[in-house]
């Protein structure tokens, strides 16, 4: 049972564009969202998160926005980046608990 | 940044072989580990939690006795893929969450590539 969609498996941007990437949950105890960034054969790296209690989150390019009556996060990045290319997964967890639920991932490519 | 080491990066072994993986994190303590198992174009698939000093909590369909898990330090975590088969062969990646941080503060190690011939 996938709690966190992905339904997106990739996304191509041109560099200095807006990168969209959407995020699904079916759980609505989910409290706490998280995205992160992964290139091949790495482990990810985090990139910005975002508590229920809030709607927005901004860090440099990265935006993340909440909608919990419709159970969906997005991050966008923006301008892109040809380095911003890499598979991206959003997080979703209960605090305090410990277990972390992965989307299938978006891959991202910014076509310079 | 908080660091979370692999080891080995890739490992390649014959079918029926043991492997042992090592997960260890470099700069702070992790009472709790996580073993994920990642698949060709697939989210990550959550294995097991492995807390210090006690027995691995196993995900459902996951095989306690085929992926061995010991937590015996603070700051190292083993995961061994017992008799490995073909069907093993994936990325393994653990986590580890830092102890005098909140619980959704956990630092992915590079991963581990498992190829069982």
């Known amino acids: 049972d996938q709690q966190v969609k992905q339904n997106s498996p990739s996304l191509s941007v041109q560099e200095g564009r807006i990168s969209i990437l959407n995020c699904d949950y079916t759980n609505s105890m989910f409290d706490y969202f998280l995205w992160y960034k992964k290139y091949p054969a790495e482990g990810p790296t985090f990139l910005i998160s975002i508590s229920s209690i809030k709607d927005k989150n901004e860090d440099g390019r990265f935006t993340v926005f909440l909608n919990k009556s419709a159970k969906h996060l997005s991050l966008h990045i923006v301008p892109s980046q040809p380095g911003d290319s890499a598979v991206y997964f959003c997080?979703?967890?209960?605090?305090?608990?410990?277990?972390?639920?992965f989307g299938t991932g978006t891959s991202l490519t910014v076509i310079p | 940044g908080a660091v979370v080491s692999q080891h080995p990066s890739w490992v390649i072994c014959k079918s029926g072989t043991s492997v042992k993986i090592e997960c260890r994190s470099l700069?702070?303590?992790?009472?709790?580990m996580f073993w994920y198992r990642q698949f060709p174009k697939q989210s990550l698939m959550l294995m097991a939690t492995s807390n210090e000093g006690s027995k691995a909590t196993y995900e459902q369909g996951v095989e306690k006795d085929k992926f061995l898990i010991n937590h015996a330090s603070l700051t190292l975590s083993t995961l061994t893929v017992t008799s490995a088969h073909p069907e093993d062969s994936s990325f393994y990646i653990c986590?580890?969450?830092?102890?005098?941080?909140?619980?959704?503060?956990?630092?992915f190690g590079p991963g581990t590539r498992l190829t069982v011939l």
């Open positions: 700069d702070f303590q992790a009472t709790t």
């Open positions: 986590s580890a969450r830092d102890s005098w941080a909140g619980a959704d503060t956990q630092y």
């Open positions: 997080a979703a967890l209960t605090r305090p608990g410990n277990q972390f639920y």
